[in-house]
C-alpha cells in the first residue's frame, strides 16, 4: 500500500475519525470535570445557599447588614459524537443522557463560580439563588454551546450560620 | 460611595426609606471570528467554551454597569431585586440586560 492509497483512506474516513476522536475526549473531559466539581464543592461546602429572599426566622441567622451581588456563568458544549447521537435519538424520543449530564455539570460549575465570589467578599450565605439557561448561537444558526447562569445576594451573617441548616 | 446591588426583595440587616423607581442597563455583543472557530473546535472534542463564557460575563458587567449609572444619577444607594435576562438578537449576536429597583437604604 503506497501513500496515495493510504491519504485516500484517511480522505475518506475522516468524519469517522472525528466521531471516534470526540467520543473519547468527550468523556475524558466530562470526567475530569465531574472529578473537578466534586473537589470544589467539597471546598465550599460551608457558604449555604437559599432559593427564599428571607432568612427563616426561627433559624435567628443575624445578617451583618453588608451585601452584595454575587453571579457565577459557565458556557459548556458536547463532543461531535454525542451531538451525532442526539440528532439521531430525535427519531425515537428518549432521554438524552449526555445532555442531562451536561445540564447537571454546568449548573454546578456555575454554582461554584458564584460560591467563589461569596469567599472573596467573606459572606458565608448566599440568599436568593436563581438559574438560568440559555443556548449561545453559533455562526450557522445552530447551538454551538449552553450557557449556564446563577446569581444570588451574598450576604454576611454574625453568628457564621452555625444554627442553619446544611444545604444539599 | 458604593451602590448595594442585591436580588432579595428586601435588604438583610437594612431598611429601605425611599423608593427611587425602576433602573435597567443592556448590552448586545457579539463574538469576533477567533473566538468562534475556537468555539467550532470545541464543539468538536467537547468542553468549556472560555472564550464565550467570559464574553458574557464581561457583557453582564457591563450592563450592569451601566444600571449602576442610572441608578447614581437618580441618588439611589441600593438596588434591590436585581433580574438577569438574556435574548438573541440575530445569529451570533446576544441582548444582555438587568433591571432592579433603586431604592434608598439606612
Known sequence: ?168 | MDIILTNTSTLPGREVIKHIGLVQGNTVRTKHLGRDIAAGFKNLVGGELRGYTELLGEAREECTARMVEEAKTSGANAIINIRYGTSSVANGASELFVYGTAVVVS
Open chain 1, 1 to 168: 500500500m503506497d501513500l496515495f492509497q493510504k491519504a485516500q483512506i484517511v480522505l475518506f474516513f475522516w468524519p469517522v475519525l472525528l466521531l471516534v476522536l470526540g467520543f473519547f475526549t468527550g468523556r475524558l473531559i466530562s470526567k475530569r470535570h465531574l472529578k473537578r466539581i466534586e473537589q470544589a464543592e467539597q471546598e465550599l461546602e460551608h457558604i449555604r445557599l437559599w432559593t427564599t429572599g428571607a432568612f427563616p426566622e426561627s433559624l435567628n441567622v443575624v445578617p451583618t447588614g453588608e451585601n452584595t451581588l454575587v453571579n457565577g456563568n459557565v458556557t459548556l458544549s458536547l463532543d461531535v459524537f454525542r451531538t451525532m447521537l442526539n440528532a439521531f435519538s430525535n427519531i425515537f424520543g428518549r432521554n438524552l443522557k449526555s445532555s442531562e449530564q451536561l445540564c447537571e455539570r454546568g449548573r454546578r460549575e456555575a454554582i461554584i463560580r458564584m460560591k467563589r465570589q461569596a469567599q472573596n467578599f467573606g459572606a458565608d450565605q448566599i440568599l436568593h439563588v436563581r438559574f438560568e439557561g440559555y443556548s449561545v448561537l453559533g455562526k450557522s444558526g445552530r447551538a454551538s454551546g449552553l450557557e449556564f447562569l446563577t446569581y444570588g445576594t451574598a450576604v454576611k451573617s454574625k453568628n457564621g450560620g452555625q444554627n442553619a441548616p446544611i444545604n444539599v
